[in-house]
């Protein structure tokens, strides 16, 4: 049997976080959006060399960041989002703010056919929510962007 090159349980894109507060973020995913914790390993220092968490069917990894690696904090500027889908966005939000999350946009029906709302969540990364209302074609969605447009 051949090694498979992307290993069973993951999908082609994973992504990988560096959070000086690591330990932290892991209880905090927890919390906030029912991840289970897969794998840690922890360093003779006590910070996280690398972490793996499970939320629905997906991976997140994380760590701290280190003078000798290319993660770092996003305390400066978020420059990427988490998207997650979820089947309850409006409990799955609440959660989250319960957990420590900050409300970006609350939760509202989008013209793209989901229901969603963004977080920003202690360690500095932003969330998508969502949960899928509606399978639209691309030129519904357009038609919809072009009227929401115009509104304003």
Same mark, same amino acid.
């Given at each position: 049997?051949?090694?498979?090159? %992307?290993?069973? &349980? ?6 990988? +976080?560096?959070?000086? @507060?690591? =330990?932290?973020? $892991? ?32 991976? %997140?990894?994380? &760590? ?6 290319? +993660?770092?904090?996003? @305390?400066? =500027?978020?420059? $990427? ?35 969603? &709302? ?35």
């Amino acid at each position: 049997m051949s090694v498979k090159p %992307i290993p069973e &349980g993951y999908h082609s894109i994973t992504p990988y +976080l560096g959070i000086q @507060q690591a =330990a932290e973020a $892991i209880e905090f995913y927890k919390k906030a959006f029912n991840a289970t914790e897969v794998m840690r390993l922890t360093m003779p220092d006590g910070n996280i060399g690398h972490a793996e968490l499970r939320i629905g069917d997906s991976a %997140i990894m994380l &760590g701290t960041p280190c003078d000798q690696g290319p +993660l770092s904090n996003p @305390q400066q =500027a978020v420059s $990427i989002g988490l998207h997650l889908y979820v089947t309850d966005v409006d409990q799955s939000f609440q959660q989250a703010l319960d957990a420590g999350a900050q409300s970006v946009s609350e939760v509202k029906d989008q013209f793209y056919g989901d229901r969603s &709302g963004t977080l920003i969540d202690p360690f500095g990364h932003l969330w998508f929510l969502a949960t899928h209302k509606e399978d639209l074609s691309e030129e519904q969605i357009r038609q919809r962007a072009m009227e929401m447009f115009n509104q304003g």
